[in-house]
């Protein structure tokens, strides 16, 4: 608990201390309702949430939920928000829900087969796979500085 304090105190000081005109933008991804025994709790109340915080601190807050939060749609979110931002505009992706790991010669791992992955699992993990680590950089890498 007192690790999210102290991140969401430094987040509250680096956003006031931003330039006034920069776009904030957030996207909250929260996920309960995977398949079978994969259900979770709370993970939709954890976005909701953060995104109450991210609308006080005065970002443009976009919320993918359950059914919604498809590996499609949280790849083709999170490339937009990177997209859209310009120089010095600030950007918050938070997820909840599961995580996991790849062995490096796992099929869902990509085609970088030198080390073990970690990955976030969106709500149609069985049909289209996991998002790990080595899709999501080059995504963030993309962001203008």
């Known amino acids: 608990m007192c690790g999210v304090i102290l991140l ?5 000081v680096f956003v006031t201390m931003e330039n ?5 933008t957030a996207l909250c991804i929260g996920i309960n309702e995977y398949p079978g025994a994969n259900r979770l709790s709370g993970c939709v109340a954890d976005a909701n949430s953060w995104g109450r915080f991210f609308a006080q601190m005065g970002f443009d807050v976009r919320l993918l939920t359950d059914r919604a939060a498809t590996q499609s749609a949280m790849l083709g979110q999170i490339q937009r928000i990177i997209a859209e931002a310009q ?3 600030v950007v918050a992706v938070q997820y909840s829900g ?3 790991k790849v062995r490096a010669d796992d099929s869902r791992a990509g ?5 073990p992955k970690e ?5 149609d993990f069985e049909t289209e796979g996991i998002i790990v680590d080595h899709t999501l950089g ?5 962001a203008k500085p």
């Open 138 to 142: 080059p995504i963030f890498d993309s």
């Open 20 to 24: 006034a005109m920069a776009n904030r």
């Open 98 to 100: 599961h995580g996991t």
């Open 111 to 115: 085609n970088d087969i030198s080390a």
């Open 119 to 123: 990955g976030i699992v969106p709500v």
């Open 8 to 12: 969401l105190l430094l987040l509250y």
């Open 87 to 89: 120089s010095g505009d």
